[in-house]
C-alpha cells in the first residue's frame, strides 16, 4: 500500500492500495493498521468506532462537515462510482490552518483518504450512482454537528458540477466566518 501525505493539509493522507485483479474482478485491502502506524498514526481497527456508507445520484453534493469540540478524524474510500472530495483544514494551531485539498476518489482505484480531527470534509458525486464509505474514530453526536455552506466564496471550491441536491441542513449553512466566529467565543 503506497501512503501519500496531503501537502495542504497537515496530517492528512492518501492511502493507494494494490489491487490484485483477475478474470474475476479484484480484491485489495482498503486498511492496513500497520500502514497506519508506519506513517504516525496510532490508529488499529479498535481505534475507529462507526463504519457508515452513503449512496449519493450524481451531482449530489454532500458537506462540508466538521464536529465540534474533540472534532472527528475518518478515512473515507469510494467504494463504487467516483467522487470529487474536498478537505479544508479548520485547526487553528495546524500549520496548514485554512488550506485545502481536492482529489477524485474512485471504485476503480480504491484510495482511501484520512480526515484528521478538526477538518471540514465535503463531496460531489461525479457518477449515478456513487458508494462513499465512511469509518469515523467516535461515535456520532448530532450535536456536535457543524456544517459550512459548500458555495461559499471565501472557500472558492470548484464543484465539478452543478449541485442537483444537496440536504436542507446543507443548503442553509453558515458560511466560514460565520463558522469561525462562533467557533471563538
Known amino acids: 500500500m503506497k501512503v501519500t501525505e496531503v501537502p495542504t493539509i497537515a496530517g492528512a493522507y492518501l492511502f493507494q492500495p494494490t489491487p490484485h485483479a483477475d478474470e474475476r474482478g479484484f480484491f485489495c ?8 502506524r508506519s506513517v ?3 490508529l488499529d481497527p479498535d481505534g475507529f468506532a ?3 456508507v452513503s449512496r ?3 451531482g449530489v453534493l454532500r458537506g462540508l462537515h466538521l464536529r465540534s469540540g474533540a472534532g472527528e478524524a475518518k478515512l473515507v474510500r469510494c467504494s463504487y462510482g467516483q467522487v470529487f472530495d474536498v478537505i479544508v483544514d479548520l485547526r487553528p494551531d495546524s500549520p496548514t490552518y485554512l488550506g485545502q485539498a481536492s482529489f477524485e476518489l474512485s471504485g476503480t482505484s480504491q484510495v482511501s483518504l484520512y480526515v484528521p480531527a478538526g477538518c471540514a470534509h465535503g463531496f460531489q458525486a461525479l457518477t ?4 462513499v464509505s465512511y469509518r469515523i474514530d467516535r461515535p456520532h453526536d448530532p450535536a456536535e454537528d457543524v456544517t459550512i455552506a459548500f458555495d461559499d466564496p471565501e472557500l472558492g471550491i470548484a464543484w465539478p458540477l452543478p449541485a442537483a441536491s444537496v440536504s436542507p441542513r446543507d ?8 463558522v469561525l466566529a462562533h467557533r471563538e467565543k
Open 29 to 36: 485491502r482498503t486498511f492496513d493498521a500497520e500502514v497506519f
Open 40 to 42: 504516525g498514526l496510532d
Open 50 to 52: 462507526q463504519d457508515s
Open 56 to 58: 449519493s445520484a450524481r
Open 128 to 131: 449515478d450512482p456513487a458508494d
Open 171 to 178: 443548503r442553509k449553512a453558515p458560511g466560514l466566518a460565520e
